[in-house]
């Protein structure tokens, strides 16, 4: 059975920081690419950042410079530091594992999500 747990979310201040943690089971952790996303009220969710098992890293142009995300292989576990938060990265944030036979858009398995507010 895969599980994506996700933890790590809460209330924070604008300027704060946040670290997301996201441990997978289940799944053979190499074959996947792992990704956030976030979905903020009314609106669709969206990528945020991805790392490959390679070390590739990628991010959406709006958290660039401002969110890390890292994985550990050994541990199966994938961060999100999220760092300098704004009031428009409130969102539920969402862990995923990523064959990428489909893109970004469409992974394969999806965590539960963890609350992220940020107030201004």
């Known amino acids: 059975q895969v599980q994506l747990m996700e933890s790590g979310g809460g209330l924070v201040q604008a300027g704060g920081s946040l670290r997301l943690s996201c441990v997978a089971s289940?799944?053979?952790?190499?074959?996947?690419?792992m990704q956030w996303a976030r979905q903020a009220p009314g609106k669709e969710r969206e990528f945020v950042a991805a790392a490959t098992w390679s070390g590739n890293t990628y991010y959406a142009d709006s958290v660039k410079g401002r969110f890390t995300i890292s994985r550990d292989n050994a541990k199966t576990t994938v961060d999100l530091q999220m760092d300098s938060l704004r009031p428009e990265d409130t969102a539920v944030y969402y862990c995923?594992?990523?064959?990428?036979?489909?893109?970004?858009?469409?992974?394969?398995?999806w965590g539960q999500g963890t609350q992220v507010t940020v107030s201004s």
């Open positions: 995923a594992a990523n064959e990428l036979r489909y893109g970004w858009e469409s992974p394969d398995y």
């Open positions: 289940g799944i053979t952790f190499s074959r996947y690419a």
